[in-house]
């Protein structure tokens, strides 16, 4: 499995990010700009923090299998893996959606004198924050889940390359 690459999540999130800005200045210029729903932002964060427990109920199972604590519980690698698929989906439709909301709130900041555009920017601009922290804790669950590089004997707790 691959890792996630920063510049890929920033691409994506600038890529949808000027979409968005040149829809809405289109549609604008058309008539009504589309509302940014309240809920936008409370999904993102709900799935943020979604990810974040994941990782750190992994982190701590992982620490206990590796310190062999008595009645520690595994955890299976096949679980590990849908967890980490879980995040780098989430993380790339976050960067996309964050992207796409925060194109149409740069629209909205030209209007902040208006009651109802401000409260569209507001929402707009939380999106774009709870999608940022669903990318970091997809990231986090990432490193969380990443076994240790072969080529690294350090982490893998001897002195020396191993000898069959």
């Known amino acids: 499995m691959k890792q996630l690459r920063l510049g890929v999540l920033a691409g994506i999130f600038a890529g949808a990010g000027v979409l968005s800005w040149a829809a809405a200045r289109l549609w604008e210029s058309l008539g009504t700009l589309p509302s940014v729903p309240l809920a936008a932002p409370i ?3 709900a799935i943020a923090a979604v990810l974040t427990a994941t990782a750190l109920s992994l982190r701590s199972r992982l620490k206990a299998q590796r310190e062999r604590r008595p009645g520690a519980k ?5 679980m590990a893996a849908r967890a980490v698929v879980f995040g780098q989906a989430s993380a790339l439709v ?3 959606v964050s992207g796409a909301y925060g194109g149409v709130g740069v ?3 030209g209007a902040l004198e208006l009651p109802a555009r401000r409260d569209q920017a507001i929402y707009a601009g939380f999106s774009v924050l ?3 922290a669903v990318i970091a804790a997809a990231l986090f669950l990432e490193r ?3 076994l240790p590089d072969d080529s690294d004997p350090a ?3 001897g002195t020396g390359p191993a000898h069959a």
């Open 43 to 45: 999904v993102l964060a």
């Open 74 to 78: 595994g955890v299976e690698p096949l």
């Open 94 to 96: 976050a960067a996309l």
């Open 107 to 109: 629209v909205l900041l």
């Open 130 to 132: 709870a999608g940022a």
């Open 144 to 146: 969380v889940c990443r």
């Open 155 to 157: 982490q893998q707790g």
